[in-house]
Every structure is written in C-alpha cells, then in structure tokens.
C-alpha cells in the first residue's frame, strides 16, 4: 500500500532529521544558481542547515530561512545565527501575502509527494512572493545519466502500484531512504505555470542536466521565457 501524502511528509522530516549532521558535512558550498536571484527581503524555502541563505546575509538581505526538519535547523542555528529559522512544512508558510521580494525554492519540491502537494506548495509559494518578486525553483531530473539504468524499475514501480506517481522513488543516503518525485523539463514548467508564475526562465545545463532550474517571477520580467 502506498502511504499517504502526510504519512510521507514525516517520513522525510524523519529522515533528514537523521542525517542532519552527515549531511550538512558533506554538502558546504552554495548552490551557483542562487546567484542568478537577488533581493533585500528574502526566503529560503526548504534551507537544510543554510548553505544558501549565508550567501544572502553576507549580500546584506534579510533572511527567514524555513525547513521541515528540526535538526538541520538545529545545524543551521549555528551556520546562520542572523537568519530567522521556523521549522514549518512549505504547503502551509506562515508569513502575509507578498511578504517576500525574492524566494530560494532549492532541491525541496521533489520532496513533495503528490502533484496536487506540489500545485498546492507552488501556489503558496506564489501567495508569499511580491509581485515582481522572483524564485529559483531546482529539481533533480529523471533524464539524466545516473537514472538510466532505474528508470525501468521506476515504470515497474508505478505499473505495480508500488509507488503512487511515475517518476517517484527513493534515493539512500547511507542506511537511510529519502523520498524523491523526478521531474522532466515540461513537467516542471508546466505546474510553474499552474501555480501562476509568469513569466519563467529556463537554464540549461547540456543535454542531460543533473537538475531542472528555473527562475519564476510574479508579475512582471523580461528575458527568454515560457
């Protein structure tokens, strides 16, 4: 039987709660695409023990940096004493409509189980963004070379009703699973769109990209977009 959408959500927020201190040893330097996005009042959504939101304070932005699991928080006390840190799950933020002039949304949506999850997620998101306000979304891509050779058992998986969407699955760090939903390009711009972002950037790293990345503007924008 396949859980359901909260019973995956606290096994996520287990999970990284576990491995919180490997995790924040092994993964250190920033993202290179939060430098594509910038803002004084700024939020970063899903931000582990804060690699990415100390690039923003050293930039002189205030930051709230919001995540699922208590003990990355807990490390990102320490990384990021200037931050404001609220544990709260990203589907229900706790901030005012356009509170946020510029949002971080880094390798957090595939957390999310379900489409409807991440529609709902995305919209929030949007709820909390300025109008003209930006948001780098990444996610990991299903077409890449180190899923090749997984990419049969994930369709095996979801034909068996094993899992409850095509393209989930999971991912061990160590002895531990995490949860992952894999994304192709369209179906990522698509559900941006849906949430009601417009207009989006798309960048793109060579033929088989690691990660989707785009940058989500509400309201207003120039560049090439979708």
């Known amino acids: ?29 920033i993202w290179p695409e939060v430098k594509l996005v910038h803002g004084r009042r700024m939020l970063d959504a899903g931000c582990g023990h804060g690699r990415n939101s100390r690039y923003f304070l ?26 404001e840190l609220i544990q709260c799950d990203i589907a229900f933020l706790p901030f005012r409509d356009n509170a946020f002039d510029c949002i971080l949304f880094v390798a957090t949506l595939h957390h999310v189980p379900s489409k409807l999850e991440r529609l709902k997620t995305l919209k929030e998101i949007y709820r909390v963004t300025a109008h003209g306000g930006e948001v780098l979304i990444t996610v990991w891509s299903v077409f890449q ?49 849906k949430a009601g972002f417009h207009p989006i950037t798309i960048y793109e790293r060579g033929i088989f990209p ?12 120039n560049g090439k977009t979708c």
Do not use: C, Q
């Open 145 to 193: 070379p180190r899923f090749f050779k997984k990419i049969p058992k994930m369709i095996a998986d979801w034909i068996l009703g094993r899992v409850r969407e095509l393209w989930d699955t999971y991912i061990p760090w160590g002895k531990e699973m995490r949860y992952y939903h894999l994304f192709s390009k369209r179906e990522l711009v698509d559900l941006v769109k």
């Open 58 to 83: 050293d930039m002189g932005s205030d930051v709230f940096s919001v995540d699922i699991s208590m003990g990355m928080l807990r490390i990102a006390r320490k990384n990021i004493p200037d931050a």
């Open 1 to 29: 039987m396949v859980p359901d959408v909260f019973a995956v959500k606290r096994e996520i927020m287990y999970t990284f709660d576990k491995i919180a201190r490997d995790y924040s040893s092994k993964r250190r330097k």
């Open 210 to 221: 690691e990660n989707h990345v785009v940058v989500a503007r509400k309201g207003v924008g």
